[in-house]
């Protein structure tokens, strides 16, 4: 629940009338956001950090705001989606005109607001917040900032609560081919990487204008799970390293620069010759300049990510933006040094393994050399299959025995195993060796299975299972294990979503401290929580596995497992045009 309706249902479950709205005065003028007297925070949302990029702006880098104006403008509902073709993404609308930031703050944080008078009688000086910059995913397809699970006030408040108060922000940036387009005209007007340059131009609003919320310039976590966990790692590389003083500290949660493929105009051109062609643009001389004059409802359709064939639009080695693969950008240590936080979840494969198809080595062998785009020789995929055999407790999910899941496939552990690996933890490996050799680099592994839904009917405070007969707790489906998206729950400290359980909200509770510490100091660690050790604290690297007490509790361990198949498929990365 988010927006307007989340704001309202708080106030009336806590039977409270909103304080006088909080406004803030920034370089182009002053907007209004909402109080949230339950929370003690106030949330400004959907304010533009950039122009319209609908018409003379399609296809271009994102263009700073041009204007100023008098008065008081209202930030109270998100901003519309960028484009994509996912309806639910809608719920705020969906437009041309998306590149909003959302801000929540603990109140009281703003630096417009008339100082206190301190105990002598001087002016008090409120100390500014670390800012925490959410990158939604989606694969780089779909996804906006406006999603229920990405909702910052629970975080806010725990960072409170803690004694160590943040400020949170989220952002909307064009994907698909609205921030991906790539042809030789792309290439050639110097319009690449769109949605790399969004990220980048809301960061340097930050810096322009996030102290006027009260929050640190100086001290900015980029963070993101998924896509936005690639769009962390591809930052931290774009020009080659460079940083501009636009953040600070990264969180990547599920998701490596590598983890996408970096396909030329040898793919995409026939794709933005197709686009060409619906838009009866063919006979410009400036085909992309014609393509800026076509109605955003006619050109919608064209640019449909789930019809274009293949993975989608991603980011290109543009030589610019992206100046090398981030293979290549890791070994000459081209990449922010910078404290990172970063890991995967046991189980990342079962959401990308193919469903019903892999039944025997022949299918898999098959799938491996035609269907996943990673040109490998017929020799290395032999040798990949020797390094994953068919044996399901070695498979993914991880400690489910024999089991095979034999309805998704009867070898689905296999696979799934092989393209986790592939897409997360092979590149988080090969990350984690090269961040750490100049940043501190904490590593986690994510252990614990989800909810995926509960109606909470009861109180589950005084039962040691954690709730009770008028309870439907429903935990994610045991095929799935502990899959992609799985922390992102606990991260955001959200009750609703984390699920009722005691454990799991002491999970949670745990995690969500390791990362605002780590937004404010660049470390995890703190008194009452398990030691996170740097990962090259020993030789083969060292993990901190976050998981439920009755689990068994988080634990460290050598970042050692299925090492053999991890490292030769980061041997091979290179294939896959990463």
Same mark, same amino acid.
């Given at each position: @629940?988010?927006?307007?309706?989340?704001?309202?249902t708080?106030l009336?479950?806590?039977?409270?009338?909103?304080?006088?709205?909080?406004?803030? !005065?920034?370089?182009?003028?002053?907007?209004?956001?909402?109080?949230?007297?339950?929370?003690?925070?106030?949330?400004? *949302?959907?304010?533009?950090?950039?122009?319209?990029?609908?018409?003379?702006?399609?296809?271009?880098?994102?263009?700073?705001?041009?204007?100023?104006?008098?008065?008081?403008?209202?930030?109270?509902?998100?901003?519309?989606?960028?484009?994509?073709?996912?309806?639910?993404?809608?719920?705020?609308? @969906?437009?041309?005109?998306?590149?909003?930031?959302?801000?929540?703050?603990?109140?009281?944080?703003?630096?417009?607001?008339?100082?206190?008078?301190?105990?002598?009688?001087?002016?008090?000086?409120?100390?500014?917040?670390?800012?925490?910059?959410?990158?939604?995913?989606?694969?780089?397809?779909?996804?906006?900032?406006?999603?229920?699970?990405?909702?910052?006030?629970?975080?806010?408040?725990?960072?409170?609560?803690?004694?160590?108060?943040?400020?949170?922000?989220?952002?909307?940036?064009?994907?698909?081919?609205?921030?991906? @387009?790539?042809?030789?005209?792309?290439?050639?007007?110097?319009?690449?990487?769109?949605?790399l340059?969004?990220?980048?131009?809301?960061?340097?609003?930050?810096?322009?204008?996030?102290?006027?919320?009260?929050?640190?310039?100086?001290?900015?976590?980029?963070?993101?799970?998924?896509?936005?966990?690639?769009?962390?790692?591809?930052? *931290? @590389?774009?020009?080659?390293?460079?940083?501009?003083g636009?953040?600070?500290?990264?969180?990547?949660?599920?998701?490596?620069?590598?983890?996408?493929?970096y396909?030329?105009?040898?793919?995409?051109?026939?794709?933005?010759?197709?686009?060409?062609?619906?838009?009866?643009?063919?006979?410009?001389?400036?085909?992309?300049?014609?393509?800026?004059?076509?109605?955003?409802?006619?050109?919608?359709?064209? *640019?449909?990510?789930?019809t274009?064939?293949?993975?989608?639009?991603?980011?290109?080695?543009?030589?610019?933006?992206?100046?090398?693969?981030?293979?290549?950008?890791?070994?000459?240590?081209?990449?922010?040094?910078?404290?990172? *936080?970063?890991?995967?979840?046991?189980?990342?494969?079962?959401?990308?393994a193919?469903?019903?198809?892999?039944?025997?080595?022949?299918?898999?062998?098959?799938?491996?050399?035609?269907?996943?785009?990673?040109?490998?020789?017929?020799?290395?995929?032999?040798?990949?299959?020797?390094?994953?055999?068919?044996?399901?407790?070695?498979?993914?999910?991880?400690?489910?025995?024999?089991?095979?899941?034999a309805?998704?496939?009867?070898?689905?552990?296999?696979?799934?195993?092989?393209?986790?690996?592939?897409?997360?933890?092979?590149?988080?490996?090969?990350?984690?060796?090269?961040?750490?050799?100049?940043?501190?680099?904490?590593?986690?592994?994510?252990?614990?299975?989800?909810?995926?839904?509960?109606?909470?009917?009861?109180?589950?405070?005084?039962?040691?299972?954690?709730?009770?007969?008028?309870?439907?707790?429903?935990l994610?489906?045991?095929?799935?294990?502990?899959?992609?998206?799985?922390?992102?729950?606990?991260?955001?400290?959200?009750?609703?979503?984390?699920?009722?359980?005691?454990?799991?909200?002491?999970l949670?509770?745990?995690?969500s401290?390791?990362?605002? !510490?780590?937004?404010?100091?660049?470390?995890?660690?703190?008194?009452?929580?398990?030691?996170?050790?740097?990962?090259?604290?020993?030789?083969?690297?060292?993990?901190?596995?976050?998981?439920?007490e009755?689990?068994?509790?988080?634990?460290?361990?050598?970042?050692?497992?299925?090492?053999?198949?991890?490292?030769?498929?980061?041997?091979?990365?290179?294939?896959?045009?990463?």
């Amino acid at each position: @629940m988010t927006g307007q309706l989340f704001i309202s249902t708080l106030l009336i479950a806590a039977g409270l009338t909103a304080a006088a709205e909080p406004v803030v !005065r920034l370089l182009n003028g002053s907007y209004e956001g909402l109080h949230l007297p339950s929370f003690q925070q106030d949330v400004f *949302l959907g304010i533009p950090y950039a122009q319209d990029t609908g018409g003379i702006n399609r296809f271009r880098i994102p263009q700073s705001l041009a204007e100023t104006w008098k008065g008081v403008r209202e930030a109270k509902i998100y901003g519309p989606a960028c484009p994509d073709q996912d309806e639910a993404d809608g719920h705020y609308g @969906m437009s041309e005109d998306c590149l909003s930031i959302n801000i929540v703050r603990p109140s009281g944080s703003s630096r417009n607001e008339k100082e206190g008078e301190g105990a002598e009688g001087g002016k008090t000086t409120r100390p500014k917040l670390p800012v925490l910059l959410w990158i939604h995913g989606g694969s780089y397809q779909v996804g906006t900032s406006a999603l229920p699970n990405y909702n910052l006030t629970f975080l806010v408040q725990r960072s409170v609560d803690l004694g160590l108060p943040v400020l949170a922000a989220s952002i909307n940036y064009r994907k698909g081919g609205w921030g991906n @387009m790539y042809s030789r005209e792309i290439q050639g007007s110097g319009n690449t990487n769109l949605a790399l340059r969004d990220m980048r131009k809301a960061l340097a609003w930050i810096q322009e204008n996030i102290g006027a919320f009260g929050g640190d310039a100086s001290s900015v976590t980029i963070w993101g799970e998924s896509a936005g966990s690639f769009a962390v790692g591809q930052l *931290l @590389m774009t020009y080659g390293g460079r940083t501009d003083g636009l953040f600070h500290r990264s969180i990547q949660e599920s998701g490596s620069a590598a983890t996408a493929w970096y396909n030329g105009s040898d793919w995409y051109q026939p794709i933005y010759d197709n686009i060409v062609e619906q838009a009866n643009c063919t006979q410009a001389i400036d085909t992309l300049k014609c393509l800026r004059t076509i109605d955003y409802e006619t050109i919608y359709p064209f *640019l449909n990510s789930s019809t274009v064939t293949g993975p989608g639009w991603y980011p290109t080695v543009d030589g610019d933006v992206i100046p090398a693969y981030p293979t290549e950008l890791l070994r000459r240590g081209q990449f922010a040094q910078i404290p990172h *936080l970063y890991g995967t979840n046991s189980d990342e494969g079962t959401d990308n393994a193919p469903v019903g198809t892999i039944n025997t080595d022949t299918d898999l062998y098959n799938y491996l050399q035609r269907d996943t785009g990673f040109g490998f020789p017929a020799s290395t995929i032999r040798r990949i299959m020797q390094l994953y055999p068919d044996d399901p407790s070695q498979g993914i999910p991880l400690n489910t025995g024999t089991e095979r899941f034999a309805d998704r496939g009867y070898q689905y552990k296999r696979v799934a195993a092989i393209v986790g690996d592939v897409f997360y933890h092979a590149p988080r490996l090969d990350d984690a060796r090269h961040y750490a050799k100049g940043a501190p680099t904490f590593v986690y592994r994510f252990n614990t299975r989800p909810l995926v839904g509960y109606s909470n009917t009861t109180d589950y405070s005084d039962t040691a299972a954690g709730g009770g007969d008028n309870a439907t707790v429903m935990l994610a489906p045991a095929y799935k294990g502990v899959a992609h998206f799985s922390e992102v729950a606990f991260v955001f400290a959200n009750p609703g979503t984390v699920g009722p359980w005691p454990g799991y909200r002491a999970l949670s509770a745990q995690m969500s401290e390791q990362w605002i !510490r780590f937004a404010h100091t660049g470390d995890p660690n703190g008194k009452g929580l398990p030691l996170w050790p740097r990962y090259n604290g020993r030789e083969k690297g060292l993990n901190l596995v976050l998981q439920t007490e009755a689990q068994g509790g988080s634990y460290i361990e050598e970042d050692t497992y299925r090492i053999e198949g991890r490292e030769y498929l980061t041997k091979w990365a290179r294939r896959r045009h990463v």
